[in-house]
Each structure stands twice: as structure tokens, then as C-alpha cells.
């Protein structure tokens, strides 16, 4: 067998090699994007880390600051679909032979913009070298009500399925990083166009929903691969299927223009990732309140679809199937 065929994507990476490592109960056994740790009396310790590497998860000549925005937000999204409040975090950043002080200077500002954003506060990390592209890792720590840290796998089917602001943004913020002359085929005016590019740079994590979603959230996660794909995950997680309703998806002004100048970009809006909105799974009995709660916190909130019986994630149309090239994003 090659070294190609015997690869695992990124899922069977974690099974095979670390989820026997994750012995802990709050470790979920790697099937969700945050641990918890008890701590005895009062909040449960809520845990997060992701890496953004140059080339991959950020253009190499984005701004610092921005990049700096981006390490920080997407952990807090994680936080906030965990139902927690940040309480600090930590910094690793792999920095390349030929890397400048005035780049550190505008990834410093990013960080304290965000710190007096968000309430929260460095708490260290590391600094090392690499002969490689830069890579920043963000571990963040946050506190949640004791048991009421919603998981991927709490959802049963009946439950319906709410997402958090606007969905396909970022997606198609980056396929205009890639191809300018999109912004002339999509018919996009000059704000829709940088609205799309700072969704992509800079997403909004939901911090403000965070005590909603601890109340009333069975299932949640934050939307980092895809709609459809993330939701395949917490349908999998909650053993149970899901119908998503593709007209429902909420889509701003510029990402429904841009579908519709160009249909086949309705696939990139659902399964190509960087949304960081929340995935949310709440009881029918519960969603006039949930609804009511979400716009008192500020935060839109649109139903989408539900949890069903069965397996598997059947995405819909004005009630027909709907026929998708790609079901999520993969760094692998």
C-alpha cells in the first residue's frame, strides 16, 4: 500500500491515533471541539484549541491584524456553542525564518482589539521557529453552567435545528480571494463585496448567545467546515438523521445575490466553511422561548431544518432533494 492510499482523513486520524489517549470524561472521547473539566464547586472548565497555518486556513498576505482577529474568534465560537463565558487564553505562534516585527506589532494590535472586545485576556503560550509557513495555535479557556455544556451528541430526533446569523458568507468571501472576476459575474456592488471578504477574514463569534445556548441548546457546535457537513457530524453524534431545508438557510443580502447570478455557488454557500455561526438543536417545546431569549441577546437565530430518525443528513429544496457536488470543507 502507498503512503497515499493509506491515509487517513482527519476524522480517522483522531480515532486511530488519539481518541484511546482521551480517558477523561470531559474529553467526550474527542467527538466534540471543547472538553470540560469539573471544578468541584461551581462552573464547569470549558477547554479549545485551534491552528491556523499560513497558505491553509488564511492568506500568507493577510493583514496581521485580521489574522490575529481569526486565531482568537474561532475559538471563542467554540466557547460560545459550549453555552461558555471566555476566561482567558493561550498563544502559540511558529514563526517563519524571515518573519518582521512590524508584522508581530499588527498581530499584537488584532489580539488587544479583540481582548477589550471580548473581555478576556492573554494568559501565555509559546513563541518558536520554523522552516515552515507561520502557524498560530490558540488554546482558549471559558467557564459554563456545571452540566449544562451541550455536546454534539445530545440531540433526538424531533428536535428542531437552529442556526445563528448568516450562512455561505465566508465561503464565498474566499472564492473572491481566489478569483476577483467573480465579483463581476455575482453583480456584487462594492459593499456587498467586502462584506463577503471580511466574513471571510473576520468572523463574529456568537459570545452573546452563550447563557442562551447553555439553557436550551440539546446539541450544539459551531459551523467551522460547512453547514451541511458539520451537520452530518452532529447528526451522526446524536444517532439520528437530519433534513435541512436549503430555502430556510438564512443568507445576507450579498451571498443570495451571488446565488443568484450563479446557482452552482448555492453548493459553496452550504458546504464550504469559515461560517463560525452556531448549529443548534432545541426541543419544540422549547423554541418560542429560545426565540425569544436569542433576539433579546441581539443574535438572529433561523430555523433550518430538524433531527429525524434514521441516518444521515437529506438536504431539501422547495421539498425535493437537493443534489450537491460537495457535503463539507476538509483540511486533509
Same mark, same amino acid.
Given at each position: 500500500?502507498?503512503?497515499?492510499?493509506g491515509?487517513?482523513?482527519?476524522?480517522?486520524l483522531?480515532?486511530?491515533?488519539?481518541r484511546?489517549?482521551?480517558?477523561?470524561?470531559?474529553?467526550a472521547?474527542? *467527538?466534540?471541539?471543547?472538553a470540560t473539566?469539573?471544578?468541584?464547586?461551581?462552573?464547569d472548565?470549558?477547554?479549545?484549541?485551534d491552528?491556523?497555518?499560513?497558505?491553509?486556513?488564511?492568506?500568507?498576505?493577510?493583514?496581521?491584524?485580521?489574522?490575529?482577529?481569526?486565531?482568537?474568534?474561532?475559538?471563542?465560537?467554540?466557547l460560545?456553542a459550549?453555552?461558555?463565558?471566555p476566561?482567558?487564553y493561550?498563544?502559540?505562534?511558529?514563526l517563519?525564518?524571515d518573519?518582521?516585527?512590524?508584522?508581530?506589532?499588527?498581530?499584537?494590535e488584532?489580539?488587544?482589539?479583540?481582548?477589550?472586545e471580548?473581555?478576556?485576556?492573554?494568559?501565555?503560550?509559546?513563541?518558536?521557529?520554523?522552516?515552515?509557513?507561520?502557524?498560530?495555535?490558540?488554546?482558549?479557556?471559558?467557564?459554563?453552567?456545571?452540566?449544562?455544556?451541550?455536546?454534539?451528541?445530545?440531540?433526538?430526533p424531533?428536535?428542531?435545528?437552529?442556526?445563528?446569523g448568516?450562512i455561505?458568507?465566508?465561503?464565498?468571501?474566499?472564492?473572491?480571494?481566489?478569483?476577483?472576476?467573480?465579483?463581476?459575474?455575482?453583480?456584487?456592488?462594492?459593499d456587498?463585496?467586502?462584506?463577503?471578504?471580511?466574513?471571510?477574514?473576520?468572523?463574529?463569534?456568537?459570545?452573546?448567545?452563550?447563557?442562551?445556548?447553555?439553557?436550551?441548546?440539546?446539541?450544539?457546535?459551531?459551523?467551522?467546515?460547512?453547514?451541511?457537513?458539520?451537520?452530518?457530524k452532529?447528526?451522526?453524534? *446524536?444517532?439520528?438523521?437530519a433534513?435541512?431545508?436549503?430555502d430556510?438557510?438564512p443568507?445576507s443580502?450579498?451571498?443570495?445575490?451571488?446565488?443568484?447570478?450563479d446557482?452552482?455557488?448555492?453548493?459553496?454557500?452550504l458546504?464550504?466553511?469559515?461560517?463560525?455561526?452556531?448549529?443548534l438543536?432545541?426541543?419544540?417545546?422549547?423554541?418560542?422561548a429560545?426565540?425569544?431569549?436569542?433576539?433579546?441577546?441581539?443574535?438572529?437565530?433561523?430555523?433550518?431544518?430538524a433531527?429525524?430518525?434514521?441516518?444521515?443528513?437529506?438536504?431539501?429544496?422547495?421539498?425535493r432533494?437537493?443534489?450537491?457536488?460537495?457535503?463539507?470543507?476538509s483540511?486533509?
Amino acid at each position: 500500500m502507498s503512503r497515499a492510499e493509506g491515509r487517513l482523513d482527519e476524522a480517522g486520524l483522531i480515532a486511530r491515533f488519539f481518541r484511546p489517549l482521551a480517558a477523561a470524561p470531559g474529553a467526550a472521547l474527542l *467527538s466534540d471541539d471543547a472538553a470540560t473539566i469539573p471544578t468541584g464547586d461551581g462552573p464547569d472548565l470549558v477547554v479549545t484549541t485551534d491552528a491556523l497555518v499560513a497558505g491553509v486556513h488564511f492568506f500568507p498576505d493577510d493583514p496581521a491584524d485580521a489574522v490575529a482577529r481569526k486565531a482568537l474568534r474561532v475559538n471563542l465560537s467554540d466557547l460560545a456553542a459550549k453555552g461558555a463565558r471566555p476566561a482567558g487564553y493561550l498563544v502559540t505562534l511558529a514563526l517563519p525564518e524571515d518573519w518582521e516585527t512590524d508584522w508581530l506589532d499588527g498581530f499584537a494590535e488584532g489580539l488587544a482589539a479583540d481582548q477589550e472586545e471580548f473581555v478576556v485576556s492573554l494568559l501565555g503560550g509559546d513563541t518558536v521557529r520554523t522552516p515552515g509557513p507561520l502557524m498560530i495555535s490558540v488554546t482558549a479557556l471559558g467557564f459554563a453552567q456545571e452540566g449544562r455544556t451541550p455536546r454534539r451528541g445530545g440531540g433526538a430526533p424531533g428536535q428542531r435545528l437552529y442556526v445563528t446569523g448568516t450562512i455561505g458568507d465566508a465561503a464565498l468571501g474566499l472564492r473572491l480571494r481566489q478569483d476577483e472576476r467573480l465579483a463581476l459575474k455575482w453583480d456584487l456592488r462594492r459593499d456587498e463585496r467586502e462584506h463577503l471578504l471580511d466574513r471571510y477574514l473576520i468572523p463574529e463569534p456568537r459570545l452573546a448567545l452563550a447563557g442562551v445556548v447553555a439553557a436550551y441548546a440539546a446539541a450544539s457546535m459551531d459551523l467551522s467546515d460547512g453547514l451541511v457537513g458539520d451537520l452530518e457530524k452532529l447528526a451522526e453524534a *446524536s444517532r439520528c438523521g437530519a433534513i435541512l431545508e436549503a430555502d430556510r438557510v438564512p443568507l445576507s443580502r450579498a451571498a443570495a445575490r451571488a446565488i443568484r447570478a450563479d446557482p452552482s455557488s448555492l453548493t459553496d454557500a452550504l458546504t464550504g466553511g469559515d461560517d463560525y455561526e452556531l448549529l443548534l438543536a432545541i426541543h419544540p417545546d422549547d423554541v418560542d422561548a429560545f426565540e425569544q431569549e436569542a433576539r433579546a441577546a441581539g443574535v438572529p437565530v433561523v430555523d433550518v431544518g430538524a433531527l429525524v430518525e434514521g441516518a444521515g443528513v437529506e438536504v431539501e429544496s422547495n421539498g425535493r432533494p437537493l443534489a450537491l457536488e460537495t457535503r463539507s470543507f476538509s483540511h486533509f
